[in-house]
């Protein structure tokens, strides 16, 4: 049996702003509670995230019960109480579809002016990368380091890989060996379902979103040919199985 502990939490209500670190989440089939419940899209209706919009990562979203609020690199800050419903719409969320409701209020008009694109504002239930599949995500502490050793640099910002649990008391890279396995982490029980292959966005700062690393050489170095699910991995993705409270200190048991 192998055990560690949850070091950090990180999440954000907006998806491709920056995260947040929190004590605590709680999980649900979709994820965790306020976590990525808000998306936007272009004039095509098309989902556009940090790989596109990197000075996305500069903005601070806040979601307390239904005031929105975010907080923008110079210090402005929109916030209203949101709408109970808006118009709803289907977007291309990469190759799926995704629905959800166009919310209107100052938020999208705040991020057009501040991104320089046309930009609407929805709303869905979550909008993680892999729905219900990958609605939890993971990385050692140990990984982290590795990259850090192969990158030369005194430290490589977590947050740079968006993941919503860290933990620590397994060697490097140990978690590819969970997908397939039922892992307990605090109240919750998860099934690790793939490795997350890795884009552009890991190579941006999580706080201005300019690209100031070369994450993907980096993992091609000594990654590139590892067998996993999806090419350039760094961290796992799963599902939940029974729901509950996660916190900073949690132990972690492979089942």
Not at 62 to 75: H, K, M, N, V
Not at 81 to 99: D, H, I, M, V
Not at 234 to 250: H, N
Request: aromatic letters at 6%; charged letters at 25%.
């Amino acid at each position: 049996m192998t055990e560690s502990r949850v070091t950090a939490l990180a999440l954000t209500p907006l998806k491709g702003a920056r995260l947040l670190e929190v004590e605590e989440i709680e999980l649900t089939e979709r994820g965790a509670s306020g976590d990525r419940r808000f998306f936007v899209i272009d004039e095509l209706g098309r989902m556009l995230n940090g790989k596109v919009l990197g000075a996305l990562q500069g903005v601070v979203a806040q979601l307390s019960g239904e005031r929105f609020s975010l907080t923008f690199p110079d210090g402005r800050v929109v916030s209203g109480e949101l709408p109970q419903s808006g118009e709803p719409l289907t977007a291309k969320f990469f190759s799926r579809e995704l629905t959800g409701e166009s919310i209107d209020g100052p938020w999208a008009n705040a991020l057009s002016d501040f991104l320089g694109r046309d930009l609407r504002l929805v709303r869905t239930g979550s909008a993680v990368d892999r729905g219900t599949k990958g609605a939890v995500s993971l990385v050692s502490q140990a990984s982290l380091g590795r990259l850090t050793e192969e990158a030369g640099v005194e430290s490589v910002d977590a947050r740079r890989f968006r993941m919503l649990i860290e933990i620590d008391g397994i060697p490097a890279h140990a978690e590819d060996d969970w997908v397939g396995a039922e892992v307990t982490v605090g109240e919750t029980t998860l099934r690790f379902n793939g490795h997350i292959g890795r884009c552009l966005v890991t190579s941006r700062d999580p706080e201005t979103g300019e690209v100031t690393l070369p994450t993907l050489d980096l993992l091609r170095s000594y990654r590139g040919e590892t067998d996993t699910t999806e090419p350039l991995p760094f961290g796992i993705y799963g599902s939940v199985l029974r729901g509950g409270a996660v916190r900073v200190g949690d132990s972690v048991r492979l089942r």
